[in-house]
Nanobody, 123 residues
């Protein structure tokens, strides 16, 4: 499966962005999905992941209540709605997929990755 992110950009603190991750080659309904981010000089970290059936979602403490992960199987696309953005949210954001009932917050164990989209939040 190929994953392509879009929707990144520059936004002021307190603003919102919605990232999209479009899949091709396989239907996303067979996959658990996740969003990760990596800031310069830091390790890649998971911000959210959701189960294959869409009923379970996990969020990092740093984004819980501000970010929402979702999926539209009909469009074969996943999303990350980001509200109340902070300068510390600045990073490259990556979507990921694994053909299992659920994923994990570790960057290992995910089979497919997008190329990344940059999010920059100014203060």
């Amino acid at each position: 499966v190929q994953l392509v992110e879009s929707g990144g950009g520059l936004v002021q603190a307190g603003g919102s962005l919605r990232l999209s991750c479009a899949a091709s080659g396989r239907t996303l309904s067979s996959f658990a999905l996740g969003w990760f981010r990596q800031a310069p000089g830091k390790e890649r970290e998971c911000v959210a992941h959701m189960s294959r059936n869409g009923f379970g979602a996990w969020y990092a403490d740093s984004v819980r209540g501000r970010f929402t992960i979702s999926r539209d199987n009909g469009k074969n696309t996943m999303y990350l709605q980001m509200n109340s953005l902070k300068p510390e949210d600045t990073a490259a954001y990556y979507c990921a997929a694994v053909q299992k009932p659920s994923g994990s917050s570790s960057s290992t164990g995910w089979d497919y990755w997008g190329q990344g989209t940059q999010v920059s939040v100014s203060s």
